[in-house]
Structure formats: structure tokens, C-alpha cells
């Protein structure tokens, strides 16, 4: 059974950092696109930010470069997004999701959500 698993959300004032964890189980990992979405009340759920499957690429929605950076480790089944700078706009749940790296198959997963609110 596949879990995706995300972690460190919460409450943050403005300016402020978090880093988000999504521990993956029950897949290959490293077969995987790693991707974060996220979706704030009464708005479509959005792209992030993505990680290629050896981590060699990697890409941002405009609003959050050179704040945001998404990273992974292969060996350990587990991707992160690290947050800084945050803004209230930034507010949230924010989702894992995993899509295998062949386009042939398509083989897609969803976290539960994490999370993330930033106000003073």
C-alpha cells in the first residue's frame, strides 16, 4: 500500500520559515516525479513546486522562487520543501505527490496534507 506522509506544517508569523517533509512507503521512490501542491480555501489546488526523479531538476511556480526549495533524498524515501520568507499568502494545505517518471504509466499518489498558515 502507498503513503505518502507529509509533515511540518503549522503556524508561522510573516517573514518566518518552515520545512515540509513527505515520507513515501510501499512505492520506488526513485521511479517517482516528486511534486508539491497546495490549495488555500476556495481555491483550485495549485503546483508548487517538482523534483525530477534522480533529483536532478527542478522547477517553481513564479511566486515562490527564491523562496521556496524542494529537494529529496532517494535514499531515505523522503522529499522536502523548504520554506522562507513566508507570506500570508502563502497559507494553505499543502500536498505530496508522487507521479512515475515514465509518461507510458500512469501511476499517481496523494499525500493527506499538511497544513500551513502564516500570520502574525
Avoid at 67 to 79: A, C, G, L, Y
Wanted: some cysteine; aromatic content about 12%.
Amino acid at each position: 500500500q502507498v503513503q505518502l506522509v507529509e509533515s511540518g506544517g503549522g503556524l508561522v508569523q510573516p517573514g518566518g520559515s518552515l520545512r515540509l517533509s513527505c515520507a513515501a512507503s510501499g512505492l520506488t521512490f526513485s521511479s517517482y516525479n516528486m511534486f508539491w501542491f497546495r490549495q488555500a480555501p476556495g481555491r483550485e489546488r495549485t503546483m508548487v513546486a517538482s523534483i525530477t526523479s534522480n533529483g536532478g531538476s527542478t522547477s517553481y511556480t513564479d511566486s515562490v522562487k527564491d523562496r521556496f526549495t524542494i529537494s529529496r533524498d532517494n535514499s531515505q524515501n523522503i522529499m522536502w520543501l523548504q520554506m522562507n520568507s513566508l507570506k500570508p499568502e502563502d497559507t494553505a494545505v499543502y500536498y505530496c505527490h508522487a507521479s512515475f517518471a515514465d509518461p507510458a504509466l500512469y501511476d499517481t499518489y496523494w499525500g493527506q496534507g499538511t497544513q500551513v498558515t502564516v500570520s502574525s
